[in-house]
């Protein structure tokens, strides 16, 4: 099992910046890949970015060069730095952890971009 908490988030402006920070916890160790996902009114829940053990980075296009994902040493946090957000990019951003076939998600935390 695996418990995922996730702080961070909340109201920024166009062109603003927001951090988000995920903390594993329960079988870390047994931890593959790390990332976030969001999920916009109406919409179905999307990859954002992802981390895999081995350093292995992928981003949705539409947050690429904007948005940068890491991990710790540790390999038990993982941050979502975003830039230069849109409006477009409101949603409930959602961590996950991959442990073999199962996906773990956090509670979820609001990032809401006004224009």
């Known amino acids: 099992q695996v418990q995922l908490v996730e702080s961070g988030g909340g109201l920024v402006q166009a062109g603003g910046s927001l951090q988000l920070s995920c903390t594993a916890s329960?079988?870390?160790?047994?931890?593959?890949?790390m990332g976030w996902y969001r999920q916009a009114p109406g919409k179905q829940r999307e990859s954002v970015a992802v981390?895999?053990?081995?350093?292995?980075?992928n981003y949705a296009d539409s947050v690429k060069g904007r948005f940068t994902i890491s991990r710790d040493n540790a390999k038990t946090t993982v941050t979502l730095q975003m830039n230069n957000l849109k409006p477009e990019d409101t949603a409930v951003y959602y961590c996950?952890?991959?442990?073999?076939?199962?996906?773990?998600w956090g509670q979820g935390t609001q990032v809401t971009v006004s224009s």
């Open positions: 996950t952890a991959q442990v073999m076939y199962t996906n773990y």
């Open positions: 329960g079988s870390t160790f047994s931890i593959r890949t």
């Open positions: 981390i895999t053990r081995a350093g292995s980075i």
